[in-house]
């Protein structure tokens, strides 16, 4: 299994740009589809965003749809998520994970998790 370690989190205000991303060991990365996740205080995780292992496709959540990208490069085995014009409700503990299912939008689909990084938007 991929072992995945997220970055980039922290403290932004209403309106700024944060780029997370999450480091995979293993020489599997691009056999991998890759999502971003995120679970605020009291509420369940939820789907953000997918690309497929081929970077040929990508998904998002219609709260995110027009602000995030998600990225990967299968070379340095690392995939991003580049969040722009973030609001207070983008305040989160955000994951990334690997799974088989390509564009996967449920977390049972995934196999790997990383520890998660903290995004908080002030108003």
């Known amino acids: 299994q991929a072992q995945l370690v997220e970055s980039g989190g922290g403290l932004v205000q209403a309106g700024g740009s944060l780029r997370l991303s999450c480091a995979a060991s293993g020489r599997t990365f691009s056999t991998y589809a890759m999502g971003w996740f995120r679970q605020a205080p009291g509420k369940e995780r939820e789907f953000v965003a997918a690309?497929?292992?081929?970077?040929?496709?990508?998904r998002y959540a219609d709260s995110v749809k027009g602000r995030f990208t998600i990225s990967r490069d299968n070379i340095k085995n690392i995939v991003y998520l580049q969040m722009n014009s973030l609001k207070p409700e983008d305040t989160a503990v955000y994951y990334c994970?690997?799974?088989?299912?390509?564009?996967?939008?449920?977390?049972?689909?995934?196999?790997?998790w990383g520890q998660g990084t903290q995004v908080t938007v002030s108003s």
């Open positions: 994970a690997a799974t088989y299912t390509n564009a996967a939008i449920f977390p049972y689909k995934y196999d790997c």
């Open positions: 690309i497929t292992r081929s970077v040929s496709s990508t």
